[in-house]
Nanobody, 125 residues
């Protein structure tokens, strides 16, 4: 089993910055892609940013130039640096990761996508 533990969410003023962290632990052989999603009140969940094991990144158009995703493979951790925050960024942010795990007994390994519980980011005066 794998767990994703998020940290760094909270309340910030418009124009401010916040850094989210997500550390994966448990039955981990390797981690493929990692990313961040968010869901604002009354809206659908959307991809914010993603990063592959090779370091390729993708961003939502609304956050390009303001957010930066990175990862530390030695720590099984992904980060999201958020700058120039505005009220439209207010949402629950979810960490996710595509993880290959060790198999049980005679079984081989397996690959699954895991989600964090979500952390609330509020941008307001």
């Amino acid at each position: 089993q794998v767990q994703l533990v998020e940290s760094g969410g909270g309340l910030v003023q418009p124009g401010g910055s916040l850094r989210l962290s997500c550390a994966a632990s448990g039955n981990i052989f390797s981690i493929n892609a990692m990313g961040w999603y968010r869901q604002a009140p009354g809206k659908e969940r959307e991809l914010v940013a993603a990063i592959t094991d090779g370091g390729r990144t993708n961003y939502a158009d609304s956050v390009k130039g303001r957010f930066t995703i990175s990862r530390d493979n030695a720590k099984n951790t992904v980060y999201l640096q958020m700058n120039s925050l505005n009220p439209e960024d207010t949402a629950i942010y979810y960490c996710n990761a595509d993880i290959h795990s060790w198999g049980m007994a005679a079984k081989g390994g397996y690959d699954l996508i895991y989600w964090g519980k979500g952390t609330l980011v509020t941008v307001s005066l």
